[in-house]
Antibody, heavy 120, light 112 residues
Framework: QVQLVQSGAEVKKPGASVKVSCKTS????????LHWVRQAPGQGLEWMGW????????NYARKFRGRVTMTRDTSISTSYMDLSRLRSDDTAIYYC?????????????WGQGTLVTVSS | QSVLTQPPSLSGAPGQRVTISCTGTGSNIGAGYDVHWYQQRPERAPKLLIY???NRPSGVPDRFSGSKSGTSASLAITGLQAEDEADYYC????????????FGGGTKLTVL
């Protein structure tokens, strides 16, 4: 049973960057896509992009291009999402989630979420 | 504004049947891309409920079912239970411009 464990809550000032990690507990760290989705307080789900842990290939949502970078460290089965030039409206819970079959089987499982608060 | 349109809220009494709609366009649901549904209880991460329009992951009760027709999809819940009170989101892929995963705005289901 694959599990995703994310890093803890962060508080950042406007203009700063945040890096959220997502560790995969599985027999292999490959063969799937790792997506990042965020949810602002009281709002819906917003897709940010994916990374292929095998190749390192990425695809970012247009809204976040230029501000988001997704990377991975295969030696510790961990993926990262780095968001720069933070604004107050970036305050949200950030989730990682696995897509094991190229958008045909949904996202399952999800990490527990990481709250990022942007405040001066 | 979300690419996929869902009703913001719905309610039903225990035991009733409710249906949540998810309306898209010809560049997402209408183009044949798979539709998935998620249930999110308060303070919890989303949970996959239906994938590929109508398939249930192991452990999801058969009270939950999904369907798709044209540019829309639906999630039906029969025999409504108090524990079904949650937010529900549909998800698909949109091939317009650079191609992106898209979510519906979510539907808050209240069990009366």
């Amino acid at each position: 049973q694959v599990q995703l464990v994310q890093s803890g809550a962060e508080v950042k000032k406007p203009g700063a960057s945040v890096k959220v990690s997502c560790k995969t507990s599985a027999y292999k760290f490959s063969g799937y896509y790792l997506h990042w989705v965020r949810q602002a307080p009281g709002q819906g789900l917003e897709w940010m992009g994916w990374i292929n842990p095998d190749s390192g290939d990425t695809n970012y949502a247009r809204k976040f291009r230029g501000r988001v970078t997704m990377t991975r460290d295969t030696s510790i089965s961990t993926s990262y999402m780095d968001l720069s030039r933070l604004r107050s409206d970036d305050t949200a819970i950030y989730y990682c989630a696995i897509d094991s079959s190229g958008l045909t089987a949904g996202f399952d499982p999800w990490g527990q979420g990481t709250l990022v608060t942007v405040s001066s | 504004q979300s690419v996929l349109t869902q009703p913001p809220s719905l309610s039903g009494a225990p035991g009733q049947r409710v249906t949540i709609s998810c309306t898209g366009t010809g560049s997402n649901i209408g183009a044949g891309y798979d539709v998935h549904w998620y249930q999110q209880r308060p303070e919890r991460a989303p949970k996959l409920l239906i994938y590929g329009h109508s398939n249930r992951p192991s452990g999801v009760p058969d009270r939950f079912s999904g369907s798709k027709s044209g540019t829309s999809a639906s999630l039906a819940i029969t025999g409504l239970q108090a524990e079904d009170e949650a937010d529900y989101y549909c998800q698909s892929y949109d091939s317009s411009l650079t191609g992106e995963v898209v979510f519906g705005g979510g539907t808050k289901l209240t069990v009366l």
